[in-house]
């Protein structure tokens, strides 16, 4: 299993511009989810409201990223098909790439909070802050904990898209391509 998800990793990294389009608006979707559930307490329920919009977007945008995945490379699941790979083998495939880029997103969000925290820690003295348990702009729980539910999100897309794959035929593969 984890074999065929490195090679989705390694499929989806030749498609550069949807793989860095999606993983940029995953990682802007967790870092304003979770944004708003660190300030529910002092926005109240406006930030409970737009964290509901961000999490309803990222059901959209998964099933947008499933459907493009199976969509722009039917012709490589059908020939994955031709050679012998499964159906189970394709999902085990595109799940590897969609939790890989919900994944990165998070990674991503983490890596930027903690750069951020940090270079106010270090220039805490230059801008004379004397509270240095404000410098966090969002704590690490509601980041895993919009992840978990952005990985969730990912796993029922996978299981949507699971009737796409099996609509893949080989046949698309060896059909001439048209000019």
């Known amino acids: 299993m984890f074999r065929l998800s490195r090679m989705g990793v390694r499929l989806i990294l030749r498609e550069r511009k949807v793989f860095l389009i999606f993983t940029v608006i995953y990682s802007l979707l967790i870092f304003l989810t979770s944004?708003?559930?660190?300030?529910?307490?002092?926005?109240?329920?406006?930030?409970?409201?737009?964290?509901?919009?961000?999490?309803?977007?990222?059901?959209?945008l998964s099933l947008l990223y499933a459907w493009l995945l199976v969509r722009r490379n039917k012709r490589n699941w059908a020939t994955l098909k031709c050679i012998g790979y499964t159906n189970g083998n394709i999902i085990r495939m595109l799940s590897g790439i969609i939790l890989f880029t919900a994944l990165l997103g998070f990674f991503v969000v983490v890596e930027i909070l903690f750069h951020y925290t940090a270079a106010l820690a270090y220039l805490s003295p230059i801008l004379e802050i004397t509270d240095v348990t404000k410098l966090t702009l969002i704590g690490l729980t509601p980041v895993t904990l919009t992840s978990f539910l952005f990985l969730g999100v990912q796993i029922l897309s996978i299981a949507l898209i699971y009737r796409k794959v099996l609509n893949v035929?080989?046949?698309?593969?060896?059909?001439?391509?048209?000019a």
């Open 169 to 178: 035929r080989p046949i698309v593969a060896l059909k001439q391509v048209e």
């Open 35 to 60: 944004l708003f559930l660190e300030n529910i307490a002092q926005l109240g329920e406006i930030a409970l409201f737009l964290a509901l919009i961000f999490i309803v977007a990222s059901v959209i």
